[in-house]
């Protein structure tokens, strides 16, 4: 093993732990959440989560910009991290705003028993999206064991913070200002990383802000795309059949959210790489991740069984090694979202969208049942991967940015870099 491949794994290995870590520690909240809150409140409390998760795609964009700028740049660190640190205060103060100005309108919509849930939601995307930030800074300059300690914060945060919250009153809106309180530790934790020292040229804010809103456009067509199945079979299926596809997508998004530490360690080589190895090493790397889990459902059905749920849904035993291939897909669909973030690619968040749309084509015209509609989700993430894969190898690779010549003086480049002369 080469020593670059030792350093990849032994970085991957960090983050991989600490990630793994984060979900464990989420998963223990909402645990508790459930035994501590009547369904009412709990389905509540999940409402108010969707939202923070479909918002918090700016905290990802911000974090997949930043790095990927400073890993084409690094000779730009300083000046980035002093722009990044301007932009994550601006855009985490608009984001938890619009969010908390939205509760008079939210609330009755979502039947929150309070507006202050939803301003509680907006409260904690501020830490949310400055922690995006430290993440970039952490990413992009390659400082694994600090990027696994905000990972880690950010489960353990959301843990005692949020369980604190329901120790004080067993509802949506205290476990929501707990979950507030705790989203400042890994924000705490990163303490220094948007601070850098030094001087260069002046970098333009808006090149980032442009970039972060272009990104974040993407990642909601992603989680619209990997979620359209979960909203088909609730709205589509009758109850019980909706409780066992419910369960099957335990195991999906467990597929899904397993090897999502490889985008994380490999986003800054494929911002540098132009051969296209690193995407495809990547890849093959989350593909033979996911087929184990695939394997392990097939061959060990009743443990699968065990983990989405128990014998009350032993209906869909059978089946859960398709909820699996369905993770496995979206899996290499979501890192190849993140190389196309990093090579600027454009028009994936249409391919995205004409996927969802395809997929609710399908449900509706021809009113397919549970297996039915976890291989039409698994069949068109396949597809996606397939394109998202293929395609750029059939592009002549553009220069990277910063690369252009001819620039007057004082002009900036695709990143906002001021050009001297």
Known sequence: MSRAARATFSSGTIVAVAMMVMNVATYGFNLVAARLLVPAEFGALTALLSLILIANVVALALQASIARRISVHPDHTVQIVHTASRVALAVSLAVGLAVALSSPVLTPAFSFDSVLAVVWCGAMLVPLTLAGAQLGVAQGTGRWGKLAALYVGNGFGRLFGGVAGLLIEPSATSAMMGLAIGAWLPVVLGAGLLRATGTGDVHSRRPLVFETVASAA????????????????????????????????????????????????????????????????????????????????????????????????????????????????????????????????????????????????????????????????????????????????????????????????????????????
């Open 218 to 421: 993407t990642l909601l067509a992603y989680f619209a795309f990997s979620n359209v199945d979960a909203l088909i079979a609730r709205g589509g299926f009758e109850a019980h059949d909706s409780g066992l596809y419910a369960s099957g997508l335990i195991l999906t998004k467990s597929t899904l959210f397993l090897p999502q530490f490889v985008s994380v360690v490999f986003f800054p080589s494929m911002a540098r790489d132009t051969s296209h190895r690193t995407r495809l090493r990547a890849a093959g790397l989350v593909g033979v991740l996911g087929l184990a889990v695939v394997a392990g459902s097939a061959l060990l059905p009743q443990l699968a069984l065990i983990l989405v749920g128990g014998d009350q849904y032993r209906e869909v035993a059978d089946d859960l090694w398709l909820f699996a291939l369905s993770g496995t897909f979206l899996a290499v669909v979501y890192l190849l979202v993140f190389d196309a973030l990093a090579r600027r690619s454009t028009g994936v968040a249409v391919l995205l969208w004409a996927a969802s749309a395809t997929v609710f084509a399908v449900a509706w015209f021809w009113r397919i049942d549970i297996v039915g509609l976890v291989v039409t989700m698994a069949s068109v993430a396949a597809v996606v991967a397939g394109l998202l894969l293929v395609w750029p190898l059939l592009r002549p690779t553009p220069p990277r940015d910063g690369s252009v010549t001819g620039l007057v003086p004082g002009a900036t480049d695709a990143d906002g870099h001021v050009e001297r002369h």
